[in-house]
Structure formats: C-alpha cells, structure tokens
C-alpha cells in the first residue's frame, strides 16, 4: 500500500509558478490513461512524480536529470521505503522523462539488497539483471527447463530493443516484441503467451513494476486433432525400437501403458512405484502436480530387473563416491543422506555421469530425453509409418485407446492429469467409433439396384409435378 512521502526542507530556492506542475501532472495523468494503465497505477505514478518535483522544490523535471533522480531515490531509503517502492518511483519518473518530456536520462540502477542486508556485504556490487531473475525463478521453485526458457525470453526482449533496460522500457515496448514474434516470426500462441509469461515475471516478481494492460497482436492458434495410432501400429513401433540394451524400448512401452510423457518417464524414481498396489506416482508433472497412474501387468518383470540392474549400478557408484542425484525443494539439506539411497534414484539411469546444473555435483542424472526421441524417430521411419509419430503420440494413443474401450472419460482425465475435462474430450474426435465408423455414402452407390433408381427418379418427378400444379394454383 502506497504511503504518501512527507518532506519539509529549506525554501531558499524560488519556488516555481503554482500552475505549472499541476499542467505537467495532468499531461502525465493522460498519457497515462492513454497507455492503458490501471487507475490506481495511473494515481500512484502521478503522485511519485508531484513528490519528486516537491522534493526539489518545485523545480521543473525538465532542468533536472540523474543526480537529481538520484539523490530523490537516496532519500527514499534512507527514510525507510523498501526497494519495491524505490523501483516503482522509479519507473514513475522514467516514464515521465521518456514519454511526457521525451529525453532519455542514464537512470541509476536500485540494489537489489534490501537496507538491513547491505550492512552485511560492505561493498558488494548488486547482482546483474539475468542473474536476479534466475536468483528469483529458483526461490520461485520453477524447474529448470522453465529457468531457462524465461531467462531466453529476457534476454530476447533486451536484445530486440537494442540493450535497453527494462526498467526504461514499458507495455509499448513488450507489445512491439509480442507484437514482432507474431507478425514477423509467426510463432504459435503458446509460443508468443510463453514470451508474455517469462516478460510478465521479469516486471513483476524481479524489477517490481507494473506494466499496462497488453494488447499486442496475437498469434492465429488453428484447431489440431492430435496423431494417434492404431494398436496394430503401436505394437509394430514398439518391437522396432532398439538401442541401450533394449532400455528404450522399456520406456517406450511404459509411456504407451501409462500415458506418462517423456520427461515424467525419463525422471521417474525408484521409490514412485509401488510393486504391491500396482501403481505409480507421476512427481512433479506439467504444473508441478502429483497423480497416479497404474502399473502395467505386462512391464511389472521387465521393470522388476531392470531395478536390479539398476541397484548394481548404484553400488558400484556407492564404493566411487559419485553417488549424487537432484532432490526436489529443500529435501537435500533436510535429509543430506537421501542423495545416496537407492529409493531417491533415477530407474532410468544414464550410462555417463554429468553435472547437476545448480549445485555442480557430479553424479548419474536420467536417460536423456533426447536420446529416448532419437530411438523413436529413427524406428518409426525403418517401420515405414508415414504417421507423425513422436514419444507424444503413445501419450495420444493411451488415451484414444482406453476410450475406445469404454473407460469413463474422467477417469482417463485422472490419468492425463489434465485440469480440465475439455482437454481430453479432443480424443473423441479421433475415436475409430466416431466418424471413421460412418459410411461414406459413395460406398454405398454399388449397392443400389435399378429397380430402387428407377423408383427414386419416378418419386422426383411426381414431385416436381406436385409442386408446378400448386405454384399455378396459387397464382390463378
């Protein structure tokens, strides 16, 4: 909540004429609402300005530049007003510069630290922009792959507007790159939505600024029926794929008997399955949501030595001292042993030992999911599929498949772990009892014989017949 900011200082500047701030605040006050900020955004933005012009009294911003933004800004910390409310004076007074007076001002960059945490690190430098968000994203708990989405999208829309801060920068200029990714990059919706996320992020929960109300051009996004194929097809895949020590495959066939996706199948841990109940938990799925799935009868021998195997690798990694994987939040610091159970690993163990990524511990991370993309690809092209067939489609498949068979459509949602029960309704429209099932009436022409074609042509003309007497009837 906004707190007006009481100043009282020496007079021995003249003041200004009275009407002059009040004709330069309305100005602002219109372009304001021009650009289609919110009112309360629109008040808070007009009054930052009126105590920044009071502070210096009453001096025209015009005459004013960055040591005076400056000192304007030392001020506010020093009187207690945290660095969210620094930043939205500030970008107050960049907006006021860059669009009401029209002159770009070198503005001085806010620390990040708030004031009780600066006397802790004396002379630290603040951190970079990028660095700050990715500080931000992983307080956040975002995966890594969202990370490093976000943190491309920033460095797109900086790089687009040739190295500005996005602090000088506004909802014009996120509308003009959302705008451009549509027009000129004809990316997809979700492609230009995630764009407008990882932006949304950068102003909000990093910088702490508001942006207006975003009307760029968006993207055209067409109805697509998903490829599913048929059991026939799915087995023919399935036989075909090769490659690790017959592994791929074993995943291959857990993504179509569960309807996992590649990435919650390459992640899955030992301890997720429960050999007694027949299930398995998916962890951490598409918007960081658990659900379970069940375990198939037919993979329960395979992924029994498959476990076995697995429990030798991780012994061996044991008497190495390399025994190291990722756990979720803070698990690692509450339970430091759990990194070398066997429960915590990854089924699907990579052959090679690579880096973790945030904490640089060596250790064995999953099959990578690239690698389990290529097997696929490669054999449904020897098969001969000329299907677009991708790990994605055994998904698809699961799904098509389980309604076919007359599964309540909820509890395949369940399944899917899809929010909405309108996302799973698309498979119905791939159904073989749907539309594939209705008879095209040229199948049918073969069928009729010249007995029912000369009663259908005597029928028309009796009609035509019917119709002519009545058109005279009526006219007469």
């Not at 195997?309 to 190495?320: C, I, M, T, Y």
Request: hydrophobic share 40%.
């Amino acid at each position: 909540m906004y707190v007006p900011i009481g100043h009282t200082g020496s007079d021995h500047n003249p003041p200004a004429t009275d009407r002059q701030a009040p004709k330069l605040l309305d100005k602002l006050r219109m372009r304001l609402e021009s650009r289609r900020y919110r009112p309360d955004t629109v008040s808070r933005f007009v009054e930052w300005n009126r105590q920044f012009i009071l502070f210096h009294h009453k001096r025209h911003p015009a005459s004013m530049g960055r040591e005076e933004i400056e000192t304007f800004l030392d001020h506010l910390g020093q009187s207690g007003y945290g660095v969210g409310l620094q930043a939205q004076a500030r970008q107050a007074l960049a907006f006021l510069y860059r669009e009401v007076l029209g002159q770009t001002v070198p503005w001085p960059e806010i620390a990040r630290l708030r004031p009780e945490a600066e006397s802790s690190f004396p002379g630290a430098q603040p951190p970079k922009l990028l660095d700050r968000a990715r500080a931000v994203l992983r307080a956040r708990h975002y995966s890594v792959r969202t990370e490093e989405c976000y943190l491309d999208w920033m460095r797109r829309y900086i790089l687009f507007h040739k190295k500005r801060h996005p602090l000088e920068m506004g909802g014009l200029e996120v509308e003009e790159f959302l705008t451009h990714l549509a027009v000129q990059g004809h990316v997809s919706i979700s492609t230009q939505s995630q764009a407008l996320h990882a932006l949304l992020f950068l102003y909000q929960q990093v910088l702490e600024v508001e942006l207006p109300l975003i009307r760029a051009i968006k993207s055209q996004r067409p109805r697509r029926l998903p490829v599913v194929m048929t059991r026939a097809e799915v087995r023919q895949v399935l036989q075909a794929i090769d490659g690790y020590a017959g592994l791929y495959q074993l995943m291959a066939r857990l993504m179509y008997g569960t309807g996992m996706r590649l990435l919650e199948c390459c992640g899955l841990r030992v301890k997720d399955i429960d050999w007694h109940r027949n299930q398995i938990v998916v962890r951490q799925g598409k918007g960081d949501k658990d659900r379970v799935v069940m375990l198939p009868g037919a993979l329960k021998a395979a992924l029994l030595k498959q476990l076995d195997v697995r429990r030798g690798q991780h012994e061996k990694d044991l008497s190495r001292g390399i025994a190291h994987v990722p756990l979720p939040d803070a698990l690692e610091r509450k339970y430091p042993n759990a990194v070398r159970e066997l429960g915590w690993q990854f089924l699907f163990a990579s052959r090679q030992l690579s880096r973790d990524p945030r904490s640089g511990k060596v250790g064995r991370f999953h099959v990578h999911e690239a690698a389990l993309q290529l097997a696929i690809s490669e054999r449904v092209r020897a098969v001969g599929l000329t299907k677009r067939v991708s790990s994605h489609t055994f998904r698809h498949s699961f799904a098509t498949h389980l309604l076919e068979r007359g599964i309540d459509i909820r509890t395949v949602q369940e399944l899917l772990g899809h929010k909405d029960v309108n996302t799973t309704m698309i498979y119905t429209h791939v159904m073989e009892k749907g539309v594939a099932r209705t008879a095209s009436p040229l199948d049918n022409l073969d069928a009729v014989t010249d007995a029912e074609m000369m009663a259908a042509v005597a029928a028309s003309r009796d009609l035509a017949a019917m119709q002519k007497a009545t058109t005279t009837l009526v006219l007469r």
